[in-house]
T-cell receptor, first 114, second 111 residues
Framework: DAGVIQSPRHEVTEMGQEVTLRCKPISGHNSLFWYRQTMMRGLELLIY????????DSGMPEDRFSAKMPNASFSTLKIQPSEPRDSAVYFC????????????FGNGTRLTVT | DAKTTQPTSMDCAEGRAANLPCNHS???????VYWYRQIHSQGPQYIIHGLKNNETNEMASLIITEDRKSSTLILPHATLRDTAVYYCIVRVNSGNTPLVFGKGTRLSVIA
């Protein structure tokens, strides 16, 4: 089991550029979550999918943020245009929908927008 | 909003038991108590969860009070690698209710 795989591990970009973060969930998991972590706000849920369908995107901060899950093995989080305040660590997590199934996190993408 | 209260930080001597408290006085009857931890530069890691009975696994023990208003995570023999932020979360264990993380407790294990 390779775990949840996120790429890139680090991303440095200039303000105004488009940023795409990628996530491969654990095979067989049918729920996927995107979180953002900053020192000020801690871990915040941005959006989650169940069976590739977005269920709740109320945590997405602005229209500049969008997330897709075209199939069960891949998801993207896109920021366009990026701003310095978007700098954070972005985590992807997955689980099965079994009631006792724990959440498995990737190691995150550290985004720096200058 | 997080529904739990945890101390901001704790220290523990290496080899001793680490007892991390959590208050969840507004917990509902169908909400479970979950514990995760986050080691520096890694994603959060599941530790254990329980409803009302005490639970034990290879990582830790979870003690839940009879009124369920508080719980304690016990790491029986803390090592330096247990230094991390520990999150206590209450969550309904149905459907796909997401985890809401609070600030957690920063545990420092000292040699």
């Amino acid at each position: 089991d390779a775990g949840v795989i996120q790429s890139p591990r680090h991303e440095v970009t200039e303000m105004g550029q488009e940023v795409t973060l990628r996530c491969k969930p654990i095979s067989g998991h049918n729920s996927l979550f995107w979180y953002r972590q900053t020192m000020m706000r801690g871990l915040e849920l941005l959006i989650y999918f169940n069976n590739n369908v977005p269920i709740d995107d109320s945590g997405m901060p602005e229209d500049r943020f969008s997330a897709k899950m075209p199939n069960a093995s891949f998801s993207t989080l896109k920021i366009q245009p990026s701003e310095p305040r978007d700098s954070a660590v972005y985590f992807c997590a997955s689980r099965t929908t079994g009631q006792l199934s724990p959440l498995h996190f990737g190691n995150g993408t550290r985004l720096t927008v200058t | 909003d997080a529904k739990t209260t945890q101390p901001t930080s704790m220290d523990c001597a290496e080899g001793r038991a680490a007892n991390l408290p959590c208050n969840h006085s507004t917990i509902s009857g169908n909400e479970y108590v979950y514990w995760y931890r986050q080691i520096h530069s890694q994603g959060p890691q599941y530790i254990i969860h329980g409803l009302k009975n005490n639970e034990t696994n290879e990582m830790a023990s979870l003690i839940i009070t009879e009124d369920r208003k508080s719980s304690t995570l016990i790491l029986p023999h803390a090592t330096l690698r247990d230094t991390a932020v520990y999150y206590c979360i209450v969550r309904v264990n149905s459907g796909n209710t997401p985890l809401v993380f609070g600030k957690g407790t920063r545990l420092s294990v000292i040699a």
